[in-house]
């Protein structure tokens, strides 16, 4: 972020460009004397944003949607939102193919980073997405602590051990060398010539360990990061609550959304809770009318908003899912997060507040 002040003088123009501290001055005409009032003050900000297909941009002709893609219509004119958020990626595959170096690369002083990873992450899950995605929580100790073990790299060659014995009991693949094939592939494809491995209980890294890389490199260019916590997945009880299990936020008490606060309070990171607003807000929808904020699992995803994606609903063979959102559901989690941001009263996210405006956006209801 830089503060670019102009300041206009009766007998000259007088640029000055300044970041905490450090002062350029561009003179545009003879100086004479300068008048000490200022025209004009404005902030320019980049806000970047570091997660999966929750958070990602989407065409306008999908029906699926991310928060993300809607942010930059709660912030001021003069304040850019970069999503680099991407479908299927983890906290360590986002490091692994090199878009954590991207967002390094250009990340600035009083820039902001906002950090969503968890479903992908989610070791409960089966192990299919062992090798590029998983990451292991590690065992917490008697207070429910989950550890910080530093992430070890390793050659582009290696396959974990337990992945390719877990491959070789299923027997739903003939084909095991051909996966085992693609699987070296997507190694080799990573831009570095080691990378962050899968590990058990996250012994070559663990997830609080990687989301602190995303803290620690904001920091270290003196941008300010910010922790979200993962919308809930719209998995109900039959009481009518948001479920706990496996391949749900890591089960055990939605462990990876306590791991994230965790680290957020060991790194003294502000923590915006979009866990339990999703939640509270799932709730009060309820299972039954749950599908009309929700993506299509089955069926065509693709059409002009609502008319299309309401006629897609409406067919007998089209099944909603419970991990996305369409274009409505996505758009009130953005409004949600935004009054997280209005709500947190931490010094560290006062620059952040004073780029969020009132905005008239409004995205249609499918019902």
Same mark, same amino acid.
């Given at each position: 972020m830089q503060c670019v002040v102009v300041c206009n003088t009766l007998l000259f123009n007088v640029l000055l460009i300044f970041a905490y501290g450090s002062c350029v001055c561009a003179h545009l005409a003879q100086v004479r004397y300068v008048q000490e009032t200022c025209a004009e003050m404005r902030i320019i900000m980049n806000i970047y944003l570091a997660g999966d297909s929750i958070v990602q941009n989407y065409t306008d002709e999908e029906f699926i949607a991310g928060w993300g893609q809607y942010l930059p219509y709660y912030v001021n004119k003069d304040t850019k939102v970069v999503?680099? &958020?991407?479908?299927?990626?983890?906290?360590?595959?986002?490091?692994?193919e090199g878009r954590f170096d991207e967002i390094e690369k250009n990340i600035g002083e009083g820039d902001y980073l906002l950090i969503e990873f968890c479903h992908n992450d989610d070791a409960s899950k089966e192990y299919k997405t062992m090798f590029n995605r998983l990451v292991e929580l590690g065992e917490p100790d008697k207070?429910?602590?989950?550890?910080?073990?530093?992430?070890?790299?390793?050659?582009? *060659?290696? /396959?974990?051990?337990?992945?390719?014995? &877990? %491959? @070789?009991?299923? *027997?739903?693949i003939k084909d095991k060398e051909s996966v085992i094939q693609s699987v070296k592939a997507v190694n080799n494809s990573y831009p570095h010539d080691t990378y962050y491995p899968y590990s058990k209980n996250g012994e070559k890294g663990s997830y609080k360990w990687f989301i602190k890389q995303y803290i620690d490199m904001a920091r270290e260019h003196k941008a300010i990061p910010i922790l979200v916590t993962a919308p809930a997945r719209t998995q109900f009880t039959?009481? =009518?609550?948001i479920e706990d299990g496996r391949g749900l936020h890591? =089960?055990?008490?939605?462990?990876? /959304?306590?791991? @994230? !606060?965790?680290? =957020?309070?060991?790194?003294?990171?502000?923590? %915006?809770d979009l866990f339990s607003y999703s939640v509270a807000m799932f709730e009060s929808i309820g299972q039954a009318d749950i599908h009309k904020y929700t993506s299509i699992k089955r069926g065509i995803n693709k059409? !002009?908003?609502?008319? *299309?994606?309401? !006629?897609?609903?409406n067919k007998p063979d089209t099944v909603s899912e419970n991990t996305h959102f369409n274009k409505y559901g996505a758009w009130l989690l953005t409004k949600g997060l935004v009054s997280l941001i209005k709500q947190c009263s931490d010094k560290q996210i006062e620059g952040l507040k004073g780029v969020i405006t009132d905005s008239g956006f409004s995205v249609k209801k499918p019902f």
């Open positions: 999503n680099c &958020a991407k479908g299927g990626r983890s906290s360590r595959l986002f490091i692994n207070n429910g602590r989950f550890p910080v073990i530093p992430g070890e790299k390793v050659s582009k *060659d290696y /396959i974990p051990e337990e992945y390719i014995e &877990a %491959l @070789m009991k299923d *027997d739903s039959e009481d =009518g609550k890591g =089960g055990n008490n939605f462990a990876y /959304i306590r791991a @994230m !606060k965790q680290i =957020g309070e060991e790194t003294h990171t502000v923590v %915006l059409g !002009k908003w609502p008319d *299309d994606f309401i !006629k897609e609903l």
